[in-house]
């Protein structure tokens, strides 16, 4: 037989759980919720637009793009662990100047921009760094979009499904071969 305070311990360990489980299921629901920080420099949206800047550099044919690695959080953790400060700080204001400018240019977020206006804007961004490639110091960061690009190619060729989609890859290689016949078209070589 159960005593009063036991009844009185079953119910209201019942009567917390259906009231946790509520609170979780209703937050879920809330469409102005905090945005997340995925580390120090980086909110779940910035990971967001860096893996649609990458998909914009490699983007998915018949092989995946670079969003298939999951590009943004590789190079947001690049960024946070790698960098310099100096290079971390030009990245983060490189990012938002490429938010901004997007949307100044096109009247819409990179987000909801198309293909070709991702690509048209990238290679502008591109052509600026190129420009201003002869003009940089040895002390000055480096340029933004070149860290974007770069941490881009590192992180999708250095990652599995670039490796073994993107280029040809053997896991165990066998005997050394000096010269391979090259047929036009062949990928290169995984690492």
């Known amino acids: 037989m159960m005593n009063r305070r036991e009844a009185l311990k079953a119910v209201s360990f019942l ?9 979780v299921f209703l937050t879920g629901c809330d469409t102005k ?4 920080q995925v580390n120090e420099l980086f909110t779940e949206s910035d990971v967001a637009l860096l893996d649609e800047v990458g998909e914009t550099i490699i983007p998915e044919t018949d092989t995946p793009g670079a969003k298939a690695v999951g590009i943004g959080s590789f190079m947001a953790m690049m960024v946070l662990d790698v960098y310099t400060d100096e290079n971390q700080k030009s990245f983060k204001e490189g990012l938002e100047a490429l938010k901004e400018g997007f949307e100044d240019e096109y009247g819409h977020s990179f987000m909801e921009g198309k293909p070709e206006e991702r690509k048209a804007y990238l290679t502008r961004l591109n052509d600026e760094l190129v420009s201003e490639r002869n003009k940089k110091t040895d002390d000055e960061p480096e340029h933004y979009f070149r860290m974007m690009k770069e941490l881009t190619l590192l992180g999708y060729f250095s990652s599995e499904i670039g490796s073994t989609k993107a280029l040809r890859y053997i ?7 000096a010269c391979i016949p090259y047929e036009k078209g062949m990928r290169a070589w995984a690492i």
């Open 15 to 23: 009567m917390g759980g259906a009231v946790i489980g509520a609170e």
């Open 33 to 36: 919720r905090e945005e997340r």
């Open 171 to 177: 896991e165990t290689p066998g005997r050394y071969e």
